[in-house]
């Protein structure tokens, strides 16, 4: 994140979002809670708190900001990890749910 496309003072600021892991996706909480507050430097990215959390790309089947998908495809490789997050931002991250595509079974 270079900052330039925030303003000429971004280097001073800091977003704080909330981010959550659910379903197969909750064994990279380490020691913290699957619910967690980051403070992060202005233009901060999804693929920051991806960082945070240690989350491979490829596991995540759904992600969220603020209740919104900005995963326009299906598992890991499509979701928008250059979204630069907003103070405030809720980003919540999910494994495959069971019996869903993204553990191979058919859409009926």
Known sequence: ?????????????????ESRLFNSLTIYKGQRSTREV???PAGATVG??????????NKVFLCLRN?????PGLVGDSINADAV???????A??????YSYGYGAPIV
């Open 67 to 71: 209740g919104r998908d900005v995963t």
């Open 48 to 57: 920051d708190v991806l960082k945070v959390w240690g989350l491979p790309k």
């Open 93 to 98: 991250f999910s494994g495959p749910v069971p």
């Open 38 to 40: 980051f403070t992060l």
């Open 1 to 17: 994140m270079s900052g330039a496309e925030i303003g000429h003072n971004s280097e001073q600021g800091f977003v704080t979002i």
């Open 85 to 91: 997050l907003d103070d405030g931002d809720v980003i």
